[in-house]
């Protein structure tokens, strides 16, 4: 059975979207790594998807049209997921994202979909500061379903994100999309995902009247 985790999505266009937890975020944890997955829809190969910890351990994930690039510390790191890890996650009309980054090991790696890029060693080691917020700036298009761990997932994990928890169940352990607030400014519009919007009623959401016929009154005046 599918498990949900989500019903909202953002529609934006050049907005400032940040987003943070309920609970204020007073002290920074030691973390084994930092993971983020989200799901998108854009008309553009080539834009900036968020910028985690915006005012500590600044991480900046964008796409240049072929692949993906991680920034931190005046590095950039080139991750390109050509290589198939599973042949059914159960793609839809989001294009599924994750990236994680192992501080022990000092590796990063990227997925979309089914497919993930080679493990790439940092050029130096990234510690997360733990903040817990994401900004999505320069992103134009939809997005939903951001969710964010302090810790490098493991391959299973990826997969019951990817599969929109057909495999299994997934919640962020800093960031959870259904426990978040927002801080919204510019051209943006909160509302629910398309597959929330199909289980609507058609016509506003009203339900239709029906007519019932009278059948006694019917006979009577075809007596008369």
């Known amino acids: ?29 030691t973390t084994r790594g930092v993971s983020v997955c989200l799901r998108y829809i854009s008309d553009f190969d080539r834009f900036s998807y968020f910028t985690l910890s915006p005012s ?28 198939r890890l599973w042949s059914d996650s159960r793609q839809n009309m989001w294009t599924s994202i994750c990236f ?19 493990r790439k060693l940092l050029p130096t080691q990234y510690t997360w500061s733990g903040e817990p917020v994401i900004d999505f700036s320069d992103f134009e298009g939809q997005v939903t379903d951001v969710q964010v ?19 299994g169940p997934y919640q962020g352990s800093v960031l959870n999309w259904s426990y978040i607030s927002f801080s919204i400014r510019g051209g943006t519009l909160l ?27 019917e006979a009577r005046r075809q007596l008369s």
């Open 1 to 29: 059975r599918p498990y949900t985790t989500n019903t909202r999505s953002y529609i934006t266009t050049r907005p400032h979207i940040t987003t943070h937890p309920n609970t204020p975020w007073t002290t920074a944890p």
């Open 56 to 83: 500590s351990s600044s991480l900046r994930l964008y796409s240049d049209g072929q692949g993906f690039t991680l920034t931190f510390n005046g590095y950039n790191i080139n991750l390109y997921p050509r290589i």
């Open 100 to 118: 994680t980054v192992d501080t022990v090991k000092k590796v990063a790696q990227m997925f979309r979909n089914s497919d993930m890029s080679p």
């Open 149 to 167: 761990w302090d810790y490098p997932l493991r391959y299973k994990e990826v997969l019951y994100y990817t599969s929109a928890g057909f495999y």
């Open 191 to 217: 509302e629910e995902t398309f597959e929330q919007q199909m289980k609507l009623p058609a016509g506003g959401g009203k339900p239709r009247r029906r007519l019932r016929r009278d059948k006694s009154k």
